[in-house]
């Protein structure tokens, strides 16, 4: 019913910058939520940020300030903007959404395939 494809990932030096994006498609009444979460090796997956519609933001304490998430609702995508990336950030970035449908008042959670975000020292 929803779909969420992810783009932007790849490799970048210590210090650069990518943006992702996530797209949502398919058949819904709303999207409250849209963010990041990202999960690396060996470790469990983590919030990243995220978005609500009404424009309130979350983020983890280790990209304040670096990373910037962002929607454009008349689209139904999610933009990260990450800047000055360190080797921590490498891992598998996922997106998310928290979607109604049509007549309803109970939320799914979608998930991406993920793109890979490989940073290198």
């Known amino acids: 019913q929803v779909q969420l494809v992810e783009s932007g990932g790849g490799l970048v030096q210590a210090g650069g910058s990518l943006r992702l994006s996530c797209v949502a498609s398919?058949?819904?009444?709303?999207?409250?939520?849209m963010g990041w979460y990202r999960q690396a090796p060996g470790k469990e997956r983590e919030l990243v940020a995220t978005?609500?519609?009404?424009?309130?933001?979350n983020y983890a304490d280790s990209v304040k300030g670096r990373f910037t998430v962002s929607r454009d609702n008349a689209k139904n995508t999610v933009y990260l903007q990450m800047n000055s990336l360190e080797p921590e950030d490498t891992a598998v970035y996922y997106c998310?959404?928290?979607?109604?449908?049509?007549?309803?008042?109970?939320?799914?959670?979608?998930w991406g395939q993920g793109t890979q975000v490989t940073v290198s020292s």
């Open positions: 398919g058949r819904f009444f709303s999207i409250s939520v």
């Open positions: 998310n959404a928290h979607v109604y449908a049509y007549g309803s008042q109970f939320v799914t959670h979608y």
């Open positions: 978005l609500t519609i009404a424009g309130v933001t």
